[in-house]
C-alpha cells in the first residue's frame, strides 16, 4: 500500500467523513432497533460476568458499516459494492449462528469434527457462508482467479479472527481500532473510516455491558476491514496479511487469548480499560 504524502491530507479528510457517517450510521440504527419494551427475547444473551446483554449492537454496526460505505466519497462502484457484500453477508450469516446456533461445538476444529461426525451445525454453515460472500466480495474487485481466492480468503479470514476476540466486552472492537486507525491515512481510508466510525461509537454500550458484538457485528467487522486490506494492498502484502490471519486462528485452537492477555500486564490493562468493574481472572467465556 503505497502512501503519497500530498495526499494524506485528503485521505484523511475522507477517513474522517467516514468515521462520522459509521458512527452517526450505527447509533442512529441502534437506537432505533432497542427502542421500547424488551420484545425480543432471542436477542439478549448472558455475558461472561452473568449480565444480559442485547445482541442488537451487531446489526446495528453492520447497518452502520454498510449506509456509510454506500455514501463515503472516495470509493469506486465495485469497491463500495464488495463492502458493503462483504459485511451484510458476514453480519447475516453471523446472526444466523447468533440465533439458531449452540455450544456443542466451538472453534474450528469443533464444528469441523461435528462434520466428520455428520452433523452439521450452525458454525459451519456460517463459515462456509462467510467464505462465500468473500468470494463474492473479491469477485466483485474483477481480478484473476488466483488473486479473488486469496481476496475472498482474507475477507472470511479476517471475519473469523475478529469474532475470536470478542469473548470480553470491548475487546474485538479496540483490537480493530488499534490495527486499523493508521490505515486512515492511506488510501484505504475512505474504507476503514466507516468501520471505525461505527465501532467507536458502539463501544460505550458494550464497555457498560448493555450489549455485545455477537458474530453478526464481530464477524462484519471483521469483513469489511478485509476488503478494505483487499481493495488497496499489493499482493504480497495481502499473502502475508492472510498468513498472518491464519496464523492466529491456527494459534487460538491451541492457547486462549484471554489468558495470553491476562499474563501480560500491558494487554491486561488495555483489555480492561474502560469497563465497569474490575473482573475476577478465570471466571467464563475464557
Known amino acids: 500500500m503505497t502512501v503519497v504524502f500530498d495526499r494524506i491530507p485528503t485521505l484523511a479528510a475522507r477517513g474522517l467523513t467516514g468515521v462520522v457517517l459509521g458512527g452517526l450510521a450505527a447509533r442512529s440504527t441502534y437506537r432505533l432497533i432497542t427502542r421500547g419494551p424488551g420484545r425480543s427475547e432471542a436477542w439478549r444473551r448472558t455475558n461472561f460476568r452473568g449480565r444480559t446483554v442485547t445482541l442488537k449492537e451487531g446489526p446495528a454496526l453492520a447497518s452502520g458499516v454498510c449506509a456509510a460505505s454506500a455514501l463515503a466519497p472516495g470509493v469506486s462502484p465495485r469497491v463500495r459494492a464488495?463492502?458493503?457484500?462483504?459485511?451484510?453477508?458476514?453480519?447475516?450469516?453471523?446472526?444466523?449462528?447468533?440465533?439458531?446456533?449452540?455450544?456443542?461445538?466451538?472453534?474450528?476444529?469443533?464444528?469441523?469434527?461435528?462434520?466428520?461426525?455428520?452433523?452439521?451445525?450452525?458454525?459451519?454453515?456460517?463459515?462456509?457462508?462467510?467464505?462465500?460472500?468473500?468470494?463474492?466480495?473479491?469477485?466483485?474487485?474483477?481480478?484473476?482467479?488466483?488473486?479473488?481466492?486469496?481476496?475472498?480468503?482474507?475477507?472470511?479470514?479476517?471475519?473469523?479472527?475478529?469474532?475470536?476476540?470478542?469473548?470480553?466486552?470491548?475487546?474485538?472492537?479496540?483490537?480493530?481500532?488499534?490495527?486499523?486507525?493508521?490505515?486512515?491515512?492511506?488510501?484505504?481510508?475512505?474504507?476503514?473510516?466507516?468501520?471505525?466510525?461505527?465501532?467507536?461509537?458502539?463501544?460505550?454500550?458494550?464497555?457498560?455491558?448493555?450489549?455485545?458484538?455477537?458474530?453478526?457485528?464481530?464477524?462484519?467487522?471483521?469483513?469489511?476491514?478485509?476488503?478494505a486490506a483487499v481493495a488497496q494492498a499489493s499482493r504480497p502484502v495481502r499473502a502475508a496479511l492472510l498468513g498472518g490471519v491464519v496464523g492466529l486462528t491456527l494459534a487460538s485452537e491451541v492457547t486462549s487469548f484471554s489468558r495470553v492477555i491476562e499474563r501480560v500486564p500491558a494487554l491486561r490493562r488495555l483489555d480492561r480499560w474502560g469497563r465497569n468493574a474490575p473482573e475476577v481472572t478465570g471466571g467464563r467465556g475464557t
Open 82 to 227: 464488495a463492502s458493503i457484500v462483504a459485511a451484510a453477508g458476514a453480519a447475516g450469516f453471523g446472526a444466523y449462528d447468533d440465533l439458531a446456533g449452540s455450544d456443542r461445538a466451538k472453534g474450528l476444529r469443533g464444528h469441523l469434527g461435528a462434520l466428520r461426525r455428520g452433523e452439521v451445525t450452525t458454525g459451519a454453515v456460517k463459515m462456509a457462508g462467510i467464505g462465500a460472500t468473500g468470494i463474492v466480495a473479491a469477485a466483485l474487485l474483477r481480478r484473476g482467479p488466483l488473486d479473488t481466492l486469496m481476496d475472498g480468503a482474507l475477507i472470511a479470514a479476517g471475519a473469523n479472527l475478529i469474532n475470536l476476540f470478542d469473548l470480553r466486552p470491548g475487546r474485538a472492537v479496540k483490537f480493530a481500532l488499534l490495527t486499523a486507525a493508521p490505515a486512515l491515512v492511506t488510501p484505504a481510508a475512505p474504507l476503514v473510516g466507516p468501520v471505525l466510525g461505527a465501532s467507536a461509537a458502539l463501544l460505550p454500550d458494550e464497555l457498560a455491558e448493555r450489549s455485545m458484538l455477537g458474530d453478526a457485528g464481530a464477524n462484519a467487522l471483521g469483513a469489511a476491514l478485509g476488503v
